[in-house]
């Protein structure tokens, strides 16, 4: 069973950068597509980012493009979330997530296409 930790989240102040990983432990990330969620206090969940298996192939959330980057080291063992030019409403809690998948180039929005799940970090943005 693949475990999910995320790292990274902290405060930071209005058009701060903050980098989050997501470290695979039990099973190499590179059998995983991945994505980035965040869920506020008093909201739904709602999708950040995705990478495919390949590393070539990801989506971004329209409010967050230009600002968010995703990427995968699975040297590593790893996914990251590079956010820059951070805003107040980025504050949320981060999750990472994972499904196993034979696609190298399929990417999914939709969090119900995710089986494993990480505890989650704290991002805060400070105006």
């Known amino acids: 069973q693949v475990l999910l930790v995320e790292s990274g989240g902290g405060l930071v102040q209005d058009g701060g950068s903050l980098r989050l990983s997501c470290t695979f432990s039990?099973?190499?990330?590179?059998?995983?597509?991945v994505a980035w969620f965040r869920q506020a206090p008093g909201t739904e969940r709602e999708f950040v980012a995705a990478?495919?298996?390949?590393?070539?192939?990801?989506t971004i959330k329209d409010s967050v493009k230009g600002r968010f980057t995703i990427s995968r080291d699975d040297a590593k063992n790893a996914v990251y979330l590079q956010m820059n030019s951070l805003k107040p409403e980025d504050a949320a809690v981060y999750y990472c997530?994972?499904?196993?998948?034979?696609?190298?180039?399929?990417?999914?929005?939709?969090?119900?296409?995710?089986?494993?799940w990480g505890q989650g970090t704290q991002v805060a943005v400070s105006s």
């Open positions: 990478i495919a298996r390949s590393g070539t192939m990801n």
């Open positions: 997530a994972a499904r196993k998948t034979e696609s190298l180039w399929d990417v999914s929005a939709f969090a119900e296409r995710y089986d494993d």
């Open positions: 039990g099973r190499p990330s590179n059998a995983y597509g």
